[in-house]
């Protein structure tokens, strides 16, 4: 019989560090425990420590056996990821749902990429959500977290939580399982998908999903699931199936390994995000080495049917940037370089792609850049980033970006004071967009940046309004002192092509609803008001039996400007 | 009573600072009785505490529990000391998002997101199948394990390893096995550099159609390496490279008729290869084009040299900024600045110019001393010594206070003090 003074731990090697595995009153069952941990070859090394408890209290530990192995390379790692949130679910259908999906990718990413499958595939098959729940303590775990995530949000005890999510795993699994009886066959096209949904007995967007698992699961690769996918929404075209396609491409670009297999050869970091900004806008071209699938996903993103794997890839940039890796990992001294090519891709005249975080993640990556010249502040990152954007427009989109952001709105009056005064220290155009860029370019920018400053929640009232006046005062005196209207309006053409174009200058969207628009129409309304405008214009048009077509576009453009 | 064990004292010292594993361990402790008492609610309270964090066993230890008809429920969470929150902590929280001055927290310094739990990783996924490789036993296998030992994907990297299996798949006349082994050899990876099998593999893979071994033999000929040095030989092979796209052979062949070498000057033939290498991105490219055009058609100049800027070419962001001075003085302190933070002394001198004269940028005499003084460290000859003038001239306007004041500002310009 062992002595009660006397016990044993079996400690494992892990992270350089002894760590108790187990405990045992019995010498034989410890040694036989460790060794049956060795021969599992999860721990480079294995030890038996005896522990003598001594009469005087005190306690005396002996090594009595170590042996070490190398660790099996081959057991796939799929503990869970690091996740700071999780949104709360209230009812059922939140769990299939974006938010949702989207957290259970990151959280168990590992354990999606070994076995290929999405959340979606899972959460609506009763045999993966089996597999997932017998894979040791995953299941138990990833609620754990969530729950604990939760529970600081809704202010429920985390138990509550808990038992919500433990309830709301069996009732999907209970569905999954109710559609397993079904005995249905994997789908081979959209046909069969919506064939079985006219069946009902479910709701439709959960069989939907359910069918478009079945086939899914079929194939065990996420560039095969992709291409499923892409065939499914080419014959999907008009029908609701295309939102969910959507949502479970969303589910696949979540994963690193699949944006590095679809994005082929890239230099460096910085290019694979601008490649990743292209595709999210439909803009880009194959890399070398990019699998087919690519062009066809760039289509369809072109079309704007992928808009929650839009988000998911600029979430993908977003987090990147932000992120500590280096942008030109080969090249260190272009580091900055290549940063001001991913800052100019995500920044425009037209606004800042992916918003306020975007603007976060810059502030964060110029941050890094300059951190061997000691701790930069945000007012100093701020200062950094405007000076390598190429234009004053540029840096005020930014900056309006980056005012809507929970940073920018943390930084509050410093920011906001920054933005007013950088606006109206510019007066003049030239002081706004570059002079070398064409004329609207230069106007693009102004009108566009008066509406994001107009619609920016950070001003409010005569603030904003005075903003947008000021930006709108720079582009009347471009104008007037460019003589834009002039140009557009020349005395020597027909008066038919004078009024149309002007029409057509008001509707361009390049003006301000202000002064320089009320510029651009009081031209139109000189002409409107001479007389017999009508018999002028037409007499005017120079092919013969057109003036009449080109009378009712000039009333139509006029209608559509907003002129009465 | 007998103090508390060591090991448990420890353990309870880590599990309480949310050591994940002491928190396990310490449950393991209580629920076994190992050390201390058995306890099973407070076995279960350092579980679930160490299950909340992911740990893999505790939530298994749980479930077995509960399985023995032990009563898991959580205790309920009664802080720990680190969570208890001080009066101090208390009165931090209550004070409003912006900072105390009014400054709108903007003089805190930034802290850095959480790092993503599944970033990008473009230099090896570690995805490679090695055994199925070894197993396919192909030259495109060999070609693929050489490259995975290479760069060190799924297996240890090994470039001598890399070099045999590159070897055999050359030898069986895979082109693509004869191109990474010459490139081995070319730049000594693995194997002893040696031009002469360099030059033999490239040849090799050239003649299979490789166009980037038809590249790397044109320069190797072009500069006499494993061979003596023949133009005229180099540029059939250029030639070739170029015919599949290849935008590096597209510039060296404008650069082979911008220069005469071996062939006969001429700028028609030079300026068409540099537009055809330009178009598909070559920053060099666009840059000799921009010095080829800036005689004769000054906007078309100034668009190569803003491609070839925007690409991080130092000389064309150089040779922009001094373009732009007179038209568009803004955007030629922005081209100056980055030339200048990428190094250029003579951008350095210029940009300083602006930042005196406050032309396309507001006039700061502490930003123009700061960039003089790293051309006048980094600068030679002339443009050294134009700096140092400045420098003392400036010196005497600003004062000590003035240079001590210009100095603190030096990392919010990049600069290294």
Partial sequence: MASPNVSFEIQVMADKHWVVAQFADDEEKAKAF????????????????????????????????????????????????????????????????????LTMGRLVRKYLDEVVVTPTEMLHSAAEMKRFADKGSLLFSAIDRVSTLQAGLTGEESKTRRDFLSKAWDDMVARGRKFAT?????????????????????EHPYLCLSMMSLGLLETRSWLGKLDLLSKWAAEAAGTPLLPMIDGVVADIVVSAQLIQDLLGFQSNLGAALIQLCNLAEG??????????????????????????????????????????????????KQEFEVFCKVMHRVVSHKGVLGGGAMAEAILHRIT??????????????????????SDHALGMQYLLALASSPLGQGMGAGLTDLIIAKVRGADHINKWVPVRQ???????????????????????????????????????????????????????????????????????????EGKSLDLARSRVIEHLRQPQFEEKFLASVPEPGKGEQHLREFHRLLVQTGFR | ??????????????????????????????????????????????????????????GRTLQQMQAQGIDITPPADHPTPRQRQSLDDLLDSLKPASGPEGDGGMDAPLIAPDADSDPLDLDGGGSVDVTALKQADTPAAWVALGNAYRQGQGVDLDEVEAVSWYTKAAKANDPHGQYALAVMYDQGLGVRANDTEALRWYLAAAKAGDAQAQYNLA??????????????????????????????????????????????????????????????????????????????????????????????????????????????????????RRAAKAGD????????????????????????YLWLEQAQRHGHGTVAAIAGKGVTALAKVMGEDGIAAARRRAPLLGLGG
């Fill in chain 1, 34 to 101: 460790a060794d049956n941990l060795l021969q599992k070859g999860n721990h480079a090394a294995v030890r038996v420590v005896r522990d003598f408890r001594r009469l005087d209290g005190l306690h005396t530990e002996t090594v009595i056996q170590e042996k070490t192995t190398t660790v099996k390379a081959g057991a796939a790692d799929v503990s869970l990821s690091p996740i700071t949130d999780a949104p709360v679910c209230t009812q059922l259908a939140d769990f299939y749902g974006a938010p949702a999906r």
């Fill in chain 2, 219 to 336: 320069n190797m000929i072009r500069a006499g390496r494993g061979c003596p040095a023949d133009s005229k030989v180099a540029e059939q092979w250029y030639k070739k490279a170029a015919a599949q796209g290849e935008a590096a052979a597209l510039f060296s062949l404008g650069a082979l008729y911008e220069a005469g070498q071996g062939v006969d000057v001429d700028p028609v033939k030079a300026e068409d290869f540099y537009r055809q290498a330009a178009a598909l991105g070559v920053a060099e490219a666009q840059f000799n084009l921009g010095n080829l055009l800036r005689g004769r058609d000054l906007d078309a100049a100034l668009d190569f040299y803003t491609q070839a800027s925007e690409q991080g070419l130092r000389q064309a962001q150089l040779n922009l900024g001094l373009l732009l001075q007179d038209s568009d003085a803004a955007s030629a302190a922005y081209w100056l």
């Fill in chain 1, 283 to 332: 803009k880009a071209e194959p890399a070398k080495f990019a699998p087919e699938i690519f062009t066809n996903l760039n289509t369809m993103f072109a079309a704007g049917t992928l808009t929650q794997s839009k988000d998911v890839l600029l979430g993908r940039v977003i987090r990147e940037l932000g992120g500590g890796n280096p942008l030109s990992r080969n090249e260190p």
């Fill in chain 2, 1 to 58: 009573m007998a103090r508390e064990p060591e090991i448990i004292a420890a353990y309870r010292k880590a599990a309480e600072a949310g050591e994940m594993t002491a928190q396990f361990s310490l449950g393991e402790a209580y629920r076994l009785g190992q050390k201390v008492a058995r306890d099973t609610s407070e076995a279960v309270r350092w579980l679930h505490r160490a299950a909340a964090q992911g740990h893999p066993q505790a």
């Fill in chain 1, 438 to 512: 064409p004329p609207p370019e230069r106007m693009i920018a102004l009108a566009v940046l008066n509406r994001t400053l107009l619609a920016s929640s950070v001003f409010e009232g005569e603030i904003r309004d005075g903003l947008g006046r000021h930006v709108d005062e720079v582009l009347a005196r471009y104008l007037l002192d460019e003589e834009v209207i002039e140009k557009i309006d020349k005395p020597d053409d027909p008066l038919a092509l004078r009024a149309i174009r002007l029409i057509k200058f008001c509707g361009s969207g390049v003006l301000i």
């Fill in chain 2, 345 to 368: 002394t003579v951008a350095m001198l210029n940009l300083a110019a602006l930042l005196i004269t406050g032309r396309g940028v507001g006039k700061d005499e502490a930003e123009a």
């Fill in chain 1, 368 to 389: 890094r850049i300059h951190a061997h010249l000691g701790t930069v502040t945000a007012s100093q990152a701020i200062d950094l980033t405007l000076s390598a954007l």
């Fill in chain 1, 182 to 202: 079904r005995k249905v066959k994997a789908p081979k096209s959209v046909a069969d998908i919506l064939a079985e949904v006219e069946k009902g007995g479910e």
